[in-house]
Each structure stands twice: as structure tokens, then as C-alpha cells.
């Protein structure tokens, strides 16, 4: 039974291809009742998963590596299908998704398995032991913008941590969905670990109801806080990953080609629908004149369209079109002004601009824009652009570009992740943990710590042999706390 196969019964949606307008697929929208019935066969699969442990699901996680790698050119075309980002760029998409397969397969074992923990000197009698188990079932509720890399994060390391997964892609890109799903059920066809509902928001909401034991959201801020209202009304937790305004600091000292090639690929590639997208960039007023004309020089090598020649995709979301313009149109109002590409829009592509003069408090500088749009600002020195690019109830990552100081800036910038002399870097390590705070979200994908957001800590003490002081007893004697209280005084009562 393929994916699509499971409800026959539902009202079905479209899904339009974004540069042609194209009826592309159908697709049905589950019901309450078709979703809780994927989680209990979800859950039914789950002690099948768990039992064939850490290596027997690292070697069906390594078959689904295979599995994509092989037919990565026909995964990049319902990717550019559905969501409109050029092919190659779709495969560049997928390409990190195997290094995050390998790596979380290789070392779940590793960083969940049961770990021995000192006790400390006057708790020798103790031994203790920690391990991470399983949640059982997780929900995955996925955006459209990076329609495999960014719900993998999830489902990746969810299933390596020994869950199943009931994934709702986002209704413009459920074909890329299908698609995971059904790849992955070719590798591991004895139960439904992985199990794909299609839908509308309506779909996302009953899977948040249906008794899962968490859901990994990705999408809005503003959809995140609905997500977690829904979570709420059974306290299943949440991880959220959510929406960005992320900056990129230029120091006096930077490679200046390298910081501008940064900056147009950061805002631009994708159409600038990234949740890392760069959408702000502050530099050192040394250097502005310089890395301007580089921006500039950039910019108007770059074309947007829904032909194969054109470097930028069309926005994927028509209702998007109007959030760009309205902020690019906003920006210029209140002073600022073009200093490379045009503010222009055909239907559903819109030509990249870089605007300057930009008041602070605009919606082109506050607000997520997700689209191939960059401001860009003056700044007398480092210490200013770091209070300018944390000054966002965003902060999700960010980039510096400095030859001296980038790590040190690094550290002083409030976001989950921070690249020094490139962009993007952060998600492609799968060592390290991605994830915002503030309105960007909570918790971690990724990294040990994204395998750990999936599980439970579970800690068993032994008590090893007789404690030397029997104070955990009604028989306690007076003996036993003056003793107490004279190690209390030893241990503690210096500090
Ligand atoms: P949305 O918030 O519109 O939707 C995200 C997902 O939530 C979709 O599958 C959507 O379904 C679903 N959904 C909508 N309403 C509900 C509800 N009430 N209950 C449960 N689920 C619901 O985001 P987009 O798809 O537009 O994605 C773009 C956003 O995602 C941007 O803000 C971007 O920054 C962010 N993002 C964050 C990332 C991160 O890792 N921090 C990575 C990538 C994107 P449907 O589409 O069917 O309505």
C-alpha cells in the first residue's frame, strides 16, 4: 500500500506547481478519526523499532540513506515541483539529509545508551546509571521552504532515538512527503514506522490531539503558538522550530568577497524562504563603500523566474507575495531606498533587492520577510552591530564575517546557531545542535542533543552496599544527624 493509498474517503486538496500554476498532485485531507488511527498503528509499531535496538535501525536508516541517494534527481524534481526552488538547489537540499541519517544512526547508541554516573564522595554507596528511552510516538509537522531537510531534522533523529513517526508534511508540498514515506517503507516493510497524514491545518491539529507522545513543529511563530495551545489540552510536548530575521555582521578586517557572496546566498538562494535566511546585514563603516559595490555587482548577475535558466525560484506561497512587497514598499516609504536589484514583482516571482536607509523599527528590518530581499546597514563598529542584530524578538542563527574576531563576536550574539566566515554552515555538521530562541522557538534538532529531545532521561540508582549513615529511616538516631551535621559543616560550611 503506497502512501497515498490510505484514504480514498476524504475531501481532497490540489497542490499547484508555484511557477506554472499547474495542478500537480491531490492529495486527501485526514480526518481526526484516519489520523488517530495512523498513530495507533504508529504506537502498535513502535515495540517492533525499539526491539530491534541501536544497530538494527542504524542498518535500515542506512538503507534509507541508499534509497534517497540513489534516486536524489527524482526527489529534487517533486521538490522543485511542488515548491518551486530551482533543481539543483533541490538536490543541494537533500544532499546534508544523508550525512544527518549517517551520523544519527552511527551514534544514537552512543549518546542514548546507558550511561554510568560518578556519585560523589559522600554517596559512594550509590551507583548511578542514566539512560535515554524513547517518547514512543512522534508527531512531525513540517513547512514547504525545505520540504526534506527541514522535517528530516525531525524524523531522522526522532526514529534513530528508537520512535516511530507520524509526519504531516505542509499541504503545498505533500508529494515530497509521499515521497520520504514511501522510500523509506521500501527499506523497513515489516511495520509503519514511518506513516505519512496529509492535510491542512485542520490535519496538523488532530495529530497534535491524537495522543502522540510529542510533536516537532516547524514552521510559523505565529502557527507555532496555535501548535502549542492544541499541545497543551493533553500536555504532549512540543519542540518548535520557528521563523527567523537573522543577521550577518561584516567586521572592518573581513574578506569582503567571501562576506558578500555570504550575504547574497544567505538572503537569496531559496527565494530568501529560509528560516536561516540572512534578511539583515550590518557593516563597518570602513568597509561599507567596498562590500556595497560588491553586494551590487552580485545582485545583478541574479535573475528570478520559474524558467530552468533562472537562479531564483518563484515564491511558493501566493498569499507570501504580498508580505514581501508590502515590507519592501514600507521600507522605501519611511526613507529607504534600492541600492541593488529592483522591487519588482510578476505574479508569484519577485526579483531580489537589496534596500539601505532602512529604519530600524520597519517591518523590512523587524519582521521575517521570506523573500530575496536584504537590508543593509552602516555601523560605526562591531559593539553597534551586535546590538543592532540582537535587538529582534527573533534569534534563531546569524553569520560573522571577520578574519580576527569571529569567534569572539560569535559568542556575544543571541541565537541557537552562529556561522563565522560562511553561511548556513551550522546545518550541514550534524554534530551540532540547530534551533532558536525568543520567538525563533525551543528545543534542538540535530546533533546529540536533537537525538535527546526525542527521548526521556531515565536514571536508575543501585545502592551498592550498607550506607556507612542510616539517615533515610524512622529509626534514625540522634548519633546518625550530629554526624550529619558535622559532615554539612565540613563539606559545605567553608563556601
Ligand atoms: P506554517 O506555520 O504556515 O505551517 C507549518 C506547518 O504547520 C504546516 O504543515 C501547516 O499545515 C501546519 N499547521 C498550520 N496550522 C496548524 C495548526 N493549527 N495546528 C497544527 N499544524 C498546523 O509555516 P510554513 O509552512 O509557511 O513555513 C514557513 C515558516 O517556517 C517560516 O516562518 C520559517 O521561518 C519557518 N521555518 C523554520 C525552520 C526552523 O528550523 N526554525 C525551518 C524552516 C522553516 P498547512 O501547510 O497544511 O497549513
Known amino acids: 500500500m503506497t502512501t497515498q493509498e490510505i484514504d480514498h474517503s476524504s475531501r481532497r486538496f490540489e497542490v499547484h506547481n508555484p511557477g506554472t500554476g499547474e495542478v500537480v498532485g491531490t492529495f486527501p485531507v485526514h480526518s481526526e478519526e484516519r489520523v488517530r488511527a495512523a498513530v495507533d498503528r504508529a504506537r502498535e509499531a513502535s515495540a517492533w523499532w525499539q526491539s530491534i535496538g541501536y544497530d538494527g535501525r542504524r542498518t535500515r536508516l542506512d538503507a534509507f540513506r541508499g534509497v534517497i541517494a540513489r534516486r536524489i534527481q527524482q526527489l529534487a524534481g517533486v521538490i522543485n515541483e511542488e515548491m518551486g526552488k530551482p533543481h539543483s538547489d533541490a538536490v543541494l537540499e537533500v544532499a546534508p539529509v544523508l550525512d544527518h541519517l549517517a551520523w544519527a544512526g552511527k551514534h544514537a547508541g552512543k549518546v542514548l545508551g546507558p550511561t554510568r554516573v560518578a556519585s560523589g564522595p559522600l554517596a559512594a554507596h550509590l551507583a548511578g546509571k542514566v539512560e535515554y528511552k524513547p517518547l514512543g510516538v512522534v508527531g512531525v509537522i513540517g513547512p514547504w521552504n525545505y520540504p526534506v531537510f527541514t522535517p528530516m ?5 526522532a526514529l534513530a532515538a528508537g520512535n516511530t513517526v507520524v509526519f504531516k508534511p505542509s499541504e503545498y508540498t505533500p508529494g515530497v512527503g509521499a515521497w520520504l514515506v514511501d522510500a523509506f517503507s521500501q527499506v523497513v516493510p515489516e511495520h509503519p514506522v514511518l506513516q505519512l497524514v496529509t492535510g491542512d491545518g485542520s490535519t496538523g491539529a488532530a495529530l497534535c490531539r ?38 550577518l555582521l561584516v567586521d572592518a578586517d573581513a574578506d569582503l568577497k567571501a562576506a558578500a557572496e555570504g550575504a547574497v546566498w544567505g538572503g537569496m538562494s531559496n527565494a530568501g524562504q ?25 545582485v545583478a548577475d541574479l535573475r528570478a523566474g520559474s524558467d530552468p535558466d533562472a537562479k531564483i525560484g518563484p515564491i511558493t506561497m501566493p498569499s507570501q507575495v504580498g508580505v514581501i512587497t508590502g515590507h519592501v514598499a514600507e ?8 541600492v541593488a536589484g529592483a522591487a519588482s514583482t510578476t505574479g508569484q516571482v519577485v526579483q ?37 542584530a540582537n535587538a529582534s524578538h527573533y534569534a534563531l542563527a546569524a553569520s560573522v564575517f571577520s578574519r580576527k574576531s569571529g569567534t569572539e563576536i560569535a559568542g556575544r550574539l543571541r ?5 563565522v566566515n560562511s553561511v548556513f554552515s551550522f546545518a550541514v555538521l550534524p554534530t551540532v545542535p540547530f534551533g532558536g530562541v525568543g ?22 540508582v543501585r545502592q551498592r552496599f550498607k550506607p556507612p549513615l542510616a539517615l533515610m529511616t524512622f529509626g534514625r538516631t540522634a548519633k546518625a544527624e550530629e554526624r550529619l551535621g558535622k559532615i554539612i559543616a565540613l563539606v559545605h560550611g567553608g563556601k
Open 153 to 157: 531534522g525531525s524524523i531522522v533523529y
Open 439 to 460: 520567538d525563533s522557538g525551543f528545543g534542538r534538532i540535530h546533533g546529540a542533543d536533537g537525538l535527546r529531545e526525542f527521548c526521556y532521561a531515565h536514571a536508575v
Open 415 to 419: 541565537s541557537g546557531m552562529v556561522s
Open 274 to 298: 529560509s528560516c536561516i535566511g540572512v534578511e539583515r546585514v550590518y557593516v563597518h563603516e570602513q568597509v561599507y563603500d567596498e562590500f556595497a559595490a560588491l553586494i551590487s555587482a552580485k
Open 352 to 388: 531580489p533587492v537589496v534596500l539601505v536607509d532602512v529604519p530600524e523599527d520597519a517591518a523590512a528590518v523587524r519582521e521575517e520577510t521570506f523573500g530575496p530581499t536584504l537590508t543593509m546597514r552602516r555601523v560605526r563598529d562591531m559593539d553597534e552591530a551586535v546590538g543592532l
Open 331 to 338: 521600507a522605501l516609504e519611511r526613507g529607504g531606498s534600492v
Open 210 to 247: 491524537a495522543g502522540v507522545n510529542k510533536i516537532a513543529f516547524t514552521g510559523s511563530t505565529a502557527t507555532a503558538k496555535r501548535v502549542m495551545a492544541t499541545c497543551a489540552e493533553t500536555l504532549t510536548p512540543l519542540v518548535a522550530e520557528c521563523g527567523g530575521k537573522d543577521a
